[in-house]
């Protein structure tokens, strides 16, 4: 059964801390991607990545960080340098050849709570 | 970095009747995709239109694009329950073409 799987599915921090929200895939899709949502907006992208170590930055990546030593693997770690992590996270992966576009399948996301 | 605008923000209708949600952006673009997401859940994706296209189907799901005008349309007909969700067109990035980037939807609320 293909997919992608995120873990926790719910989240508390207190403040200061690091916490890591992991995310799996089995499609073997080459590219992922991790995705903020806040309340009522759309998504905004962290980082994503077209291969197995190598990822880039995406609009909002202050704050966090990933590490893609798997294909199938694409761990998020958010920092305590990130001011305002309460959000749902979402990771999301696609096909990645070629310069065109794929359709992106979604995790059912991690909701983190900042104490 | 550019962006799809949903609109309406929010639309409410009673099964049965057709839904029509619009995403304009503002650069050219060479697709454009739409996804679903039911409230606290991840997003599906629903349909890609390419620019060479002007229409696509899938199922009850209409989409076009008008590359003069810069939007693209999605047209729900024959409404259920279970089409209630928040719409999203979505873009290619600055970054690459596998780079999306989201509007911040519009939610759909279909009455039994």
């Known amino acids: 059964d293909g997919g992608i799987t995120q873990s926790p599915k719910y989240l508390f921090r207190k403040e200061g801390q690091n916490v890591t929200l992991s995310c799996e895939q089995n499609?073997?899709?080459?590219?992922m991607y991790w995705y903020r949502q806040d309340p009522g907006q759309g998504l905004r992208l962290i980082y994503y990545?077209?291969?197995?170590?190598?990822?880039q930055k995406g609009d909002i990546a202050e704050g966090y960080s990933v590490s893609r030593e798997k294909k199938e693997s694409f761990p998020l770690t958010v920092t305590s340098a990130q001011k305002n992590p309460t959000a749902f996270y979402l990771c999301?992966?696609?096909?990645?050849?070629?310069?065109?576009?794929?359709?992106?399948?979604f995790g059912p996301g991690t909701r983190l709570t900042v104490l | 970095s550019q962006q799809g605008e949903e609109d309406p923000q929010a639309l409410s209708i009673q099964e049965g009747e057709n839904a029509t949600m619009n995403c304009s952006y503002k650069?050219?673009?060479?697709?454009l995709q739409w996804y679903r997401q039911n409230s606290g859940r991840g997003l599906v994706h629903l349909i890609l239109?390419?620019?060479?296209?002007r229409e696509k189907h899938s199922g009850r799901l209409r989409v076009t694009l008008d590359t003069s005008k810069k939007s693209s349309s999605l047209l729900i007909t024959a409404s259920r329950a279970a089409d209630t969700a928040s719409y999203f067109c979505?873009?290619?990035?600055?970054?690459?073409?596998?780079?999306?980037?989201f509007g911040s939807g519009t939610q759909l609320t279909v009455l039994p």
């Open positions: 999301a992966s696609s096909i990645a050849s070629g310069g065109d576009a794929y359709a992106q399948y």
């Open positions: 499609l073997n899709h080459d590219a």
């Open positions: 990545s077209q291969i197995v170590n190598d990822f």
């Open positions: 650069t050219s673009i060479n697709n």
């Open positions: 239109i390419r620019s060479n296209e």
């Open positions: 979505a873009t290619p990035g600055p970054g690459s073409a596998r780079q999306l980037t």
